[in-house]
């Protein structure tokens, strides 16, 4: 067995994080939709991904952080809606979506999967579509709401998050607005 494959890694992704107020307020929402089923993500942890890396070598980390910092950002603060409350059945996850994926936030993850492939970190390409998972293990229907989900999740910057045992740590950030 060669030192590479026993070479210490941590599970990360980018994402655009939700301000606590932000977090705060979906989880009032999802708490009034009085789930039966699945597990509820904890608000600590809301986020809009942006690419999942998976496993990453240690020594790889910071040449992923280089790759990210030369992304070409659009320049402006990204404000994605989440109005759209949905079930992915082979996930097993309830989310909040945009009914519009602003062109922007296309951009941007366009620009990442492109950042990352010379690490090889990607098994098999996956078509983008923007989320905030809710529930994890959900298996009932999209359930009622008495108020339609309108968030503006406004981001000024980019996050690179490592996953240790259910909680999500910041590793470093990006701004999307080019500092003057």
């Given at each position: 067995?060669?030192?590479e494959s026993r070479e210490p890694f941590k599970?990360?992704?980018?994402a655009l994080n939700c301000a606590p107020a932000q977090r705060r307020e979906i989880?009032?929402?999802?708490?009034?939709?009085?789930?039966?089923?699945?597990?509820p993500v904890p608000a600590e942890n809301f986020h809009l991904t942006l690419k999942f890396l998976?496993?990453?070598?240690?020594a790889q980390i910071a040449e992923v952080c280089t790759a990210a910092a030369a992304?070409?950002?659009?320049?402006?603060?990204?404000?994605?809606v989440l109005d759209r409350l949905d079930v992915w059945r082979r996930a097993g996850a309830l989310v909040l979506a945009p009914?519009?994926?602003?062109?922007?936030?296309?951009?941007?993850?366009?620009?990442?999967?492109?950042?990352m492939l010379p690490f090889g970190l990607?098994?098999?390409?996956?078509?983008y579509r923007p989320h905030l998972t809710l529930a994890r293990d959900y298996r009932a229907p999209v359930p009622e709401s008495a108020?339609?989900?309108?968030?503006?999740?406004?981001?000024?910057?980019?996050?690179l998050f490592e996953s240790r045992k259910g909680r999500y740590r910041a590793l470093a950030e990006w701004p999307l607005i080019d500092p003057q």
């Open positions: 067995m060669s030192d599970r990360l992704f980018f989880a009032q929402w999802r708490s009034a939709l009085q789930l039966r089923n699945g597990r998976g496993a990453v070598g240690v992304i070409r950002t659009p320049g402006e603060r990204l404000t994605v009914q519009q994926a602003p062109p922007a936030l296309l951009r941007l993850v366009y620009a990442l999967e492109q950042a990607e098994q098999a390409p996956r078509e108020t339609t989900p309108e968030f503006f999740l406004r981001a000024d910057r980019f996050t």
